[in-house]
């Protein structure tokens, strides 16, 4: 079997750094060959393009804009009435990810509207996000690039947000039907909606273009004290035969360095 890769998510590790520049080369000098990030976007491209290439990483993921932060937005994908705004935030996504050469972009759906149901407003939603899915695979696909969709808990993380479970994920994509939109899983999120791991990677394999993990509940080191054994899942994965990369999305509980013994350890043990 061959052994699973590994990306540092630039937003989470080496904050110990304030820029994102500085943060490339601290993970190729911890060792590794691969990163992601939320938003970069108020970093300077040119600058980041720089650190990626003089650090020799590949820049494997990027979220869509989050819109107006302070506003309550997390996400435009599947928000009603801000179509135009996607499109302005998709354009700004695919400039950063051709710059910096970045294959997979996370199309944030975004949060039920304030004041809104849920289930008044779910069809809806649900409307506007494959459309824009759509629209944005065709764009996608000219430059060789996936989108991703990922859903993200509300029971702890984001109670208002309008994609949290793998099974609404996968129920969406159907009616995308594009090859190049796949699923984002984020195994804190899956454990924390609807646990019973082993069958939904399984079930949802052909259709997951990324992963991403962290101890539950704390959202700490994979090796940290939770619910999940780590050691179980990447055995898993790799029966299973994946093929992606693995971002390590998570809150270290000291430095990033020291906490990164886990990795050490599978690589030892996967050599």
């Not at 910096?100 to 199309?107: A, N, P, S, V």
């Not at 695979?137 to 690039?145: C, N, V, Y």
């Not at 509300?154 to 090859?179: C, M, N, W």
């Amino acid at each position: 079997m061959a052994p699973l890769k590994f990306c540092a998510n630039i937003s989470w590790l080496f904050t110990e750094l304030p820029d994102f520049h500085q943060r490339i080369s601290a993970a190729a000098a911890a060792g590794f060959q691969a990163v992601e990030a939320a938003w970069l976007y108020e970093s300077d491209l040119e600058q980041l393009r720089r650190a990626r290439e003089a650090a020799g990483v590949e820049l494997v993921l990027i979220n869509t804009p989050p819109g107006d932060i302070k506003g309550g937005d997390l996400g435009l994908g599947a928000v009603p009435g801000r179509e135009a705004e996607f499109r302005q935030g998709l354009d700004l996504a695919l400039k950063y990810a051709r710059a910096l050469e970045c294959k997979r972009i996370h199309l944030m759906a975004g949060r039920v509207p304030m004041g809104s149901q849920r289930k008044a407003v779910a069809k809806e939603m649900e409307a506007v996000f494959v459309q824009n899915l759509k629209y944005a695979a065709d764009i996608l696909s000219k430059e060789g690039i996936t989108g991703l969709i990922e859903p993200i808990n509300t029971r702890i993380t984001d109670p208002r947000y309008f994609l949290d479970s793998p099974h609404q994920a996968a129920e969406i994509l159907e009616k995308v039907g594009k090859p190049n939109i796949k699923l984002q899983m984020d195994v804190f999120h899956w454990q924390i909606m609807d646990g019973n791991l082993t069958q939904n990677i399984q079930k949802y394999l052909p259709l997951i273009g990324h992963v991403q993990v962290a101890q539950v509940p704390g959202r700490n080191e994979p090796d940290s004290a939770g619910e999940l054994d780590y050691r179980y899942l990447f055995n898993t994965l790799e029966r299973l035969q994946y093929q992606g990369y693995i971002g390590c999305e998570y809150k270290p509980l000291g430095s990033t360095q020291e906490g990164l013994g886990w990795i050490r350890d599978y690589c030892t043990h996967s050599e």
